[in-house]
């Protein structure tokens, strides 16, 4: 199988089902490299043909909060199916977060109403999907279903974030989702961490009080791929 770079953000559905692989599922996260809040993982199915073109269509990272939620419409009304799954933070501290975002998107794949023939991953490749599947490096830029994925994601975890900053506003989860900018450093410093920050995080630690310990996670300022690293002991 051969896409063209020139094909455009559905070119790797249209190149799949010429293979004769259809229904063809895209899973994506969000949230991963935050240090508060849940992990979001989100699976979409489109249709084929005009049906399955989406107005606006985009990673989600590249769109502004409004044009997201117009996309996020356009998403699950034309999807063929489409899901989302929620690890709370406690869990993403229990697992760690590579294992937790492996298995947000085992189970977003899982619940999908309609069992895809094919999953396209956003980066790394995800193992016991049950289905054979590709990572596509930078997907949710160059993949629809990819795309429309991390759309459901993103939009789902923003909702959530803005519900935690209505239990504890003192953090302003509402206006930085949980990821690190200054005033969430200096919510920290002042309150110290939430029952909804995520404790494997050595700014989370380090505000708590606790020495830092091997295997943490470390975030980083704002969304995006690479977010989080860990911290070499």
Known sequence: MTVRRDAGIYGYERALRRAGLDPIAGVDEAGRGACAGPLVAGAVILPPGKAGIVPGLADSKLLTEAARERVYAQVVRRALAWSVVVID?????????????VEALRRAVARLGTRPSYVLTDGFPVDGLGVPGLAVWKGDRVAACIAAASV???????????????EWPDYDFRTHKGYITADHEAALAQHGPCPAHRMRFVNVRRAAGLEPVVGQEVASLGPGPGSTTEEDG
């Open 152 to 166: 459901v994601a993103k939009v789902t975890r923003d909702r959530l974030m803005v519900g935690l900053h209505d």
């Open 89 to 101: 933070n406690e869990e993403c501290d229990r697992l760690g977060m590579h294992v937790a975002n």
